[in-house]
């Protein structure tokens, strides 16, 4: 199945917001491109191309704002996509109307630094964070040639209405899962950017994790970053409530072997089953992971996703 069969079974209009890092032009409008040629209507809002006067923002906070609550207020959007990470995200979260992203459970896609937006969604029990390619990404990830059909088709999992009993998440080569600690497990998944994450606690916007499945990686991190933000997870009781930890891509992030010896460090805190290389990143292939579906993770190290 190509690229359609992604979106038009249940998408009709998708709207493209960018409530982090300031976007290419040319690179969005191909992304667009992409989606038109998928079936899908697209509304690009109106301050994706603001100028901010800060390099390292898309818009103003109220900009990003308006746009936001505005694809929720659009009854003819379906379905949102961040056009990128970056940083900014979480300037949003005390300014949102979550009554108002309480109302539809649209599909909010992204990853990276909208992990901000996705655990602040958690919280507030809001809209459907998913965790999958942006489109900054979108011909590297889904479109380039047939080996993306391992992300295409978790793309069009997480955005299902209903999962087929029996739905196996597996690693792209076929291979299992590499234990660290074993155990099962079952819970709807938190995939979290670690350093965002580690950058939410104490604060409103960090999710309870008892009965989660908690998914993290990162990108361009030292091995001590990475330590200091496994320490502030743990030191916030994160790493005691998780029913499992998974260890997804980290790409960058120092030594292969530092890395993992400080991986097991950490993972003799969890309380439940670790698993080390999950196939979510900042790489392709990747998951894509609606977090109001369920993972079953069974003692053999299968995973299951369960639709509810």
Wanted: aromatic share 10%.
């Amino acid at each position: 199945m190509g690229m359609e069969g992604i979106f038009m079974q249940t998408y009709k209009c998708a709207a493209l917001i960018a409530p982090a890092g300031r976007v290419e032009r040319d690179k969005v409008e191909q992304s667009v491109a992409l989606l038109k040629k998928s079936g899908l209507q697209v509304k690009v809002m109106p301050h994706v191309f603001s100028d901010t006067g800060e390099r390292h923002l898309a818009a103003a906070l109220k900009e990003r704002l308006e746009d936001l609550h505005a694809c929720w207020q659009d009854k003819n959007i379906d379905l949102i996509f961040c056009a990128r990470g970056g940083f900014g995200s979480a300037h949003l979260l005390p300014h949102i109307d979550w009554h108002l992203l309480r109302t539809r459970r649209i599909p909010l896609i992204g990853y990276s630094d909208i992990t901000a937006l996705h655990m602040g969604m958690i919280c507030q029990k809001a809209g459907t964070p998913i965790a999958a390619p942006m489109p900054i990404v979108f011909n590297e990830a889904l479109f380039r040639s047939e080996e993306n059909e391992y992300t295409r088709y978790y793309m069009r999992l997480a955005l299902a209405d209903n999962i087929p009993a029996g739905t196996e998440l597996a690693r792209p080569d076929g291979k299992p899962f590499d234990i660290i600690r074993a155990g099962s497990a079952l819970g709807r998944p938190v995939v979290a950017n670690l350093s965002v994450l580690a950058s939410l606690c104490g604060t409103s916007w960090f999710p309870k994790l008892r009965h989660r499945i908690l998914i993290i990686e990162d990108l361009n991190e030292d091995i001590y970053k990475l330590d200091r933000y496994l320490t502030q997870l743990l030191q916030c009781g994160a790493l005691t409530q998780c029913e499992a930890l998974f260890f997804g891509q980290f790409t960058n992030c120092g030594d292969d072997k530092d890395r993992m010896k400080l991986f097991r460090r950490f993972a003799a805190r969890v309380k439940g089953p670790v698993i080390f290389d999950f196939p979510f990143g900042h790489e392709f292939p990747s998951v894509s992971l609606n977090m109001r579906h369920h993972l079953r993770l069974e003692k053999n190290g299968e995973i299951f996703i369960i639709d509810t």
